[in-house]
């Protein structure tokens, strides 16, 4: 099986391209998405965040409220760095069983997106990695159009490497500016030089 590593900063388009990809066939798994499993009420993963950062966290249903929980780890590295150490193993265990699990079944091409791929050093799991990237200006848009703050967005791009970087590090790059045929045409190209 190929398996590809899909990274990026963020609101620079990854689930967007991911979603090109599946159309034509490829699995994918969203690490994001995992996370949010592993914070439902009831998860370890929930108990252990609670007790390192504490029931204000909470909703009153017990929920996770990740604006709240965010707001500490954004503006902390150290907090960030705990919170990383609570879910990051356990989102690898699951992508990696995934993963394992399409090579039992012939899966020919997996996907797994990871926006801190290069970060976490997990590029050597992959056969090939993809970096989605588009212009500080477009990426400054997209996040104010979630309805985040300046500073929610400055600490945001902090906390992962530069797009520059990623872009370096990778086999290949989805520029993610202007109409989505665009970058439609370049995943269509990647593909086929992957399988070529």
Same mark, same amino acid.
């Given at each position: 099986? *190929?398996? %590809? ?9 990854? !689930?967007? &391209?991911?979603?090109?990809?599946? $159309? ?6 969203? !690490? ?20 390192? =950062?504490?029931?204000?966290? *909470?909703? /009153?249903?017990?929920?996770?409220? @990740?604006?709240? *929980?965010?707001?500490?780890? =954004? ?7 705990? *919170? ?16 394992? +699990?399409? @090579? ?14 290069? +970060? ?20 400054? !848009? @997209?996040?104010? %159009?979630?309805?985040? !703050? ?14 520059? @970087?990623?872009?370096?590090? /990778?086999?290949?790059?989805?520029? /993610?500016?202007?109409?989505? +045929? &665009?970058?439609?045409?370049?995943? +269509? $190209?990647?593909?086929?030089? %992957?399988?070529?």
């Amino acid at each position: 099986m *190929l398996l %590809l590593g899909l990274t990026g900063g963020i609101a620079m388009g990854k !689930t967007t &391209v991911a979603a090109m990809f599946a $159309r034509r066939g490829v699995m994918v798994i969203d !690490t994001d998405a995992v996370a949010r499993l592993l914070v439902e009420p009831g998860q370890p993963a929930l108990a252990e965040i609670i007790a390192e =950062f504490g029931t204000g966290i *909470l909703d /009153s249903r017990g929920n996770l409220r @990740r604006d709240a *929980l965010a707001g500490i780890v =954004f503006a902390d590295s150290s907090a960030r760095s705990k *919170l990383e150490a609570i879910l990051h193993p356990r989102i690898a265990d699951f992508w990696q069983a995934q993963a394992a +699990e399409w @090579r039992r079944r012939g899966v020919r091409i997996g996907m797994i997106i990871i926006p801190l791929l290069f +970060e976490i050093g997990a590029e050597r799991h992959f056969e090939a990695t993809i970096c989605v990237a588009c212009s500080r200006a477009s990426q400054a !848009t @997209r996040m104010s %159009l979630r309805g985040w !703050t300046a500073e929610e967005c400055r600490q945001r791009i902090a906390a992962q490497w530069p797009a520059e @970087r990623k872009i370096e590090l /990778s086999d290949y790059v989805v520029w /993610s500016e202007g109409v989505l +045929e &665009v970058a439609d045409a370049q995943v +269509e $190209r990647i593909l086929m030089q %992957l399988t070529a």
